[in-house]
């Protein structure tokens, strides 16, 4: 199998990449650059060698190497490292890492006329509208003072750190220096890596713990606060000016559970919404999960939560129009308002030995509108 991979050294090099990669040489036997889809980063890329006899598969990592290397293009860089395989006469590299973009890479095909390539993984294009923060929710301009979570929303995909948290400072109006420590580094991302979690540390917000005990708390009720953003990059390569991500009064702290106070059903033979109102604003993390309707044989409803605007009700839209009977809404008991507060369970109190059992609402829907 050796001395077949070997008949590759005058072969066509191809860099088959999931973004742009642009040719800087070329050796003897002019290589094709191919690009297929592309990943966020653009920096995905397979080598490809084409002209080999080999056995379509896994090919041994030693083997492989001995053909066909990647490097970057740097005097006494160590080849990297992968998978190599076979398929349909092309010996083909994946790298096991992400490249880098805007360095320079060089695919060599070992032997006595071996073929070389060198190529530029490029930066993706920048978008013409500058790096922004689109919403921050809650919403609202008063949160309790032990409010748990906030949810920070970019524009574009953003390049993830492991103490991200420390790009966002939290000052009290008035004060020269910032709140010291405010948040716990958990680097929660979306899947999308546009919406960012910032969480509280519930150390600091929650009652009858030593650092709540021992420091100052974070927030104070009558306190005005603003949150900070600098440093935060884009995944390709944009800087977030210094942003003043929200600013926002402080409130009492909020001891209560979020209960529901109203529902509204809808007629039948539409497919208008369900809407559970709450006296409390709620996380809107996990609010949109945690509805479920049920038929009165405890079948599911297909359809859709939702989060109303104001972020105090949830909806809950049928996938088809409504069939007049009874029905039960389950609102699930993590279900949690601002301040960490579940249905069945006080942020604050201690930890039980599970969150409850979830709320139902029955309700009834008729043709009468």
């Known amino acids: 199998m050796t001395e077949d991979l070997a008949r590759v050294a005058s072969a066509l090099v191809t860099c088959v990449a999931l973004h742009a990669c642009r040719e800087v040489a070329a050796a003897s036997i002019l290589p094709v650059i191919s690009i297929v889809a592309s990943d966020p980063a653009g920096t995905r890329v397979v080598v490809e060698a084409r002209g080999a006899t080999c056995r379509s598969g896994a090919v041994p990592e030693r083997v492989g190497r001995s053909m066909l290397v990647l490097r970057r293009n740097v005097d006494g860089s160590v080849p990297i490292v992968g998978e190599y395989s076979c398929d349909r006469g092309a010996l083909r590299f994946r790298p096991a890492i992400s490249l880098v973009a805007g360095e320079t890479y060089v695919a ?25 923060v689109v919403s921050v929710l809650p919403a609202a301009g008063v949160l309790p003072a032990n409010l748990l979570r906030l949810y920070v929303t970019f524009s574009r995909p953003m390049v993830g750190e492991d103490d991200v948290e420390r790009r966002f400072e939290l000052r009290r109006m008035g004060r020269a220096d910032p709140v010291a420590g405010p948040w716990r580094t958990t680097n929660l991302w979306s899947r999308d890596r546009r919406t960012l979690t910032l969480l509280f540390h519930p150390g600091r917000q929650k009652r009858g713990v030593t650092f709540s005990s021992q420091m100052e708390p974070l927030l104070v009720p009558g306190g005005r606060y603003a949150i900070v ?6 995944v390709d390569g944009d800087e977030l000016a210094e942003t003043v991500v929200k600013q926002f009064d402080v409130g009492a702290d909020d001891r209560e559970p979020p209960m529901p106070s109203r529902i509204s059903a809808p007629a039948g033979a539409t497919r208008d919404f ?14 949109a999960q945690s509805i479920h309707v049920l038929r009165a044989d405890g079948t599911l409803v297909a359809g859709q939560g939702m989060l109303r605007a104001d972020e105090r009700a949830l909806q809950w839209r049928a996938s088809d129009a409504w069939v007049p009977g009874a029905y039960t809404v389950r609102i699930s008991p993590d279900l949690e308002d601002l301040a960490g507060n579940a249905p069945r369970r ?24």
């Open 229 to 234: 953003a600098r440093g935060l990059q884009s």
């Open 274 to 287: 369900i809407e559970v109102e709450f006296a409390d604003v709620l996380d809107s993390g996990r609010a």
């Open 346 to 369: 006080l942020f604050d109190a201690a930890a039980p030995p599970s969150r409850g059992d979830a709320l139902a609402l029955r309700f009834v829907v008729t043709t009468e509108r």
């Open 108 to 132: 060599r095909v070992l032997g006595t006329r071996g073929a070389m390539q060198r190529f530029t993984i490029r930066r993706p294009e920048r978008p013409a509208d500058a790096l922004r």
